[in-house]
């Protein structure tokens, strides 16, 4: 029993971590204020022409989705809906806080989630490093065809940064 006890010991007092590194778990990075903004986007208003989506077999419309990638990893996902023409948002049903970062890369992709689409049947864009998607849009809008969504981009200054968090698209 005793050599059990010296074995347990020696073992224990053995095992002492020389990793330097800080936990990652329950960290929260900050990056500076001079590279980074938060803010809140808000989906306003759609107008969807059915010329500019599929339908199924049935003859109804596909369900559009907005999805919002930053470095390639999706950060926002809107189901926008199987709704045709003109469509306003209230109470703040299409709004995210997020966070902008001037080293990273946006895509925007605005796309009918159907089992069978057409490669162009998608819009949105891409952005290089530095620009924020939904800085400089003509009328607040991004265009897809004739169709729009109507996106508003309210600054929070006073906002401590947060990263964005990636989300998994189902």
Same mark, same amino acid.
């Given at each position: 029993?005793?050599n059990y006890?010296?074995v347990?010991?020696?073992?224990?007092?053995?095992?002492?971590?020389k990793?330097?590194?800080?936990?990652?778990?329950?960290? !929260?990075?900050?990056?500076?204020?001079?590279v980074?903004?938060?803010?809140?986007?808000?989906?306003?208003?759609?107008?969807?022409?059915?010329?500019?989506?599929n339908?199924?077999?049935l003859?109804?419309?596909?369900?559009?989705?907005?999805r919002?990638?930053e470095?390639n990893?999706?950060?926002?996902?809107?189901?926008?809906?199987?709704?045709?023409?003109?469509?306003?948002?209230?109470?703040?049903d299409?709004?995210?806080?997020?966070?902008?970062?001037?080293?990273?890369?946006?895509?925007i992709v605005?796309?009918?989630?159907?089992l069978?689409?057409?490669?162009?049947t998608?819009?949105?864009?891409?952005?290089?490093?530095?620009?924020?998607p939904?800085?400089?849009?003509?009328?607040?809008?991004?265009q897809?065809?004739?169709?729009?969504?109507?996106?508003k981009?309210? !600054?929070?200054?006073?906002?401590?940064?947060?990263?964005n968090?990636?989300?998994i698209d189902s």
């Amino acid at each position: 029993m005793k050599n059990y006890f010296i074995v347990f010991v020696v073992l224990f007092f053995s095992c002492t971590s020389k990793n330097k590194e800080p936990s990652k778990f329950n960290t !929260h990075p900050k990056a500076s204020t001079s590279v980074s903004n938060m803010y809140a986007v808000e989906i306003c208003a759609i107008y969807f022409n059915e010329s500019d989506f599929n339908l199924n077999t049935l003859g109804t419309p596909y369900p559009v989705v907005f999805r919002l990638f930053e470095d390639n990893k999706l950060i926002w996902k809107e189901v926008l809906g199987s709704l045709r023409g003109k469509h306003s948002f209230r109470h703040n049903d299409a709004t995210k806080i997020l966070s902008y970062n001037k080293n990273s890369t946006y895509r925007i992709v605005i796309k009918d989630d159907g089992l069978i689409t057409f490669p162009d049947t998608w819009g949105g864009g891409e952005w290089e490093v530095g620009v924020w998607p939904f800085d400089n849009l003509i009328d607040n809008k991004l265009q897809k065809g004739s169709s729009w969504i109507e996106v508003k981009n309210h !600054h929070l200054p006073n906002m401590n940064y947060r990263r964005n968090m990636e989300i998994i698209d189902s």
